[in-house]
Each structure stands twice: as structure tokens, then as C-alpha cells.
Nanobody, 121 residues
Framework: VQLQASGGGLVQAGGALRLSCAAS????????MGWYRQAPGKKRELVAA???????NYADSMKGRFTISRDNAKNTIYLHMNNLKREDTAVYYC????????????????WGQGTQVTVSS
């Protein structure tokens, strides 16, 4: 199983970016998918998550600016980030709880490789 994240880059403060993360491989089902981020010198933190049924959860500082969405047919999630601030600069990681063909009795955590988001003033 792989999580392939894309869409990061350099943007000016107040700008917008869209991140994508696609899961592929021997997947039986995917429960929660989400985005975390880690800034230099800081712990990894939750940005937003979405369940297979579409329920969403956001960190307080992202509410109203970020929107997470999910396409179950494509095993893909998106993170629309608006009104970006310098403090949003971080590496953004995709995460998913996945049941695989190899181990169908257990749900496991998978992480993508991370995509850099840099917000300049």
C-alpha cells in the first residue's frame, strides 16, 4: 500500500493551495484519512481528517480556512487551503487507516512521503 501526496509548493501569504493524496495497492477498505503537518522544531499535528462516511474533523487553527474532501471511488483525499499564513509553513503528511488484502483482520496506519508547503510574506 502506498500513499502518494502531491500539490505542495511556495505561495504568498493570503494565497491558496490544494493538496492531494491517493492510496493505492492491495486495499480492502479505508477508514479515516487525513492530513498532518510538521513544522521545523515542532511536533507533528493534525490538520484535518475525514471518515469513510464523510465526517470531518479540523484543528481549531484551520477551521474556516482549510477544507478536506474525499473521493472514495479514487481512494483520494484533498486539502483545500485558503488564506494561507506564514505559520502554515510545514511538511504536510497524508495518513490513512487501511485494511489490506494481506491482513484483512486488522486496520493499519499508513503515511505518505510528505509534501512541503512554504508560505512567504
Amino acid at each position: 500500500v502506498q500513499l502518494q501526496a502531491s500539490g505542495g509548493g511556495l505561495v504568498q501569504a493570503g494565497g491558496a493551495l490544494r493538496l492531494s493524496c491517493a492510496a493505492s495497492g492491495s486495499i480492502v477498505s479505508i477508514n479515516h484519512m487525513g492530513w498532518y503537518r510538521q513544522a521545523p522544531g515542532k511536533k507533528r499535528e493534525l490538520v484535518a481528517a475525514v471518515s469513510s462516511g464523510g465526517s470531518t474533523n479540523y484543528a481549531d487553527s484551520m477551521k474556516g480556512r482549510f477544507t478536506i474532501s474525499r473521493d472514495n471511488a479514487k481512494n483520494t483525499i484533498y486539502l483545500h487551503m485558503n488564506n494561507l499564513k506564514r505559520e502554515d509553513t510545514a511538511v504536510y503528511y497524508c495518513h490513512a487507516n487501511i485494511v489490506t488484502i494481506i491482513d484483512p483482520q486488522r486496520e493499519s496506519d499508513y503515511w505518505g512521503q510528505g509534501t512541503q508547503v512554504t508560505v512567504s510574506s
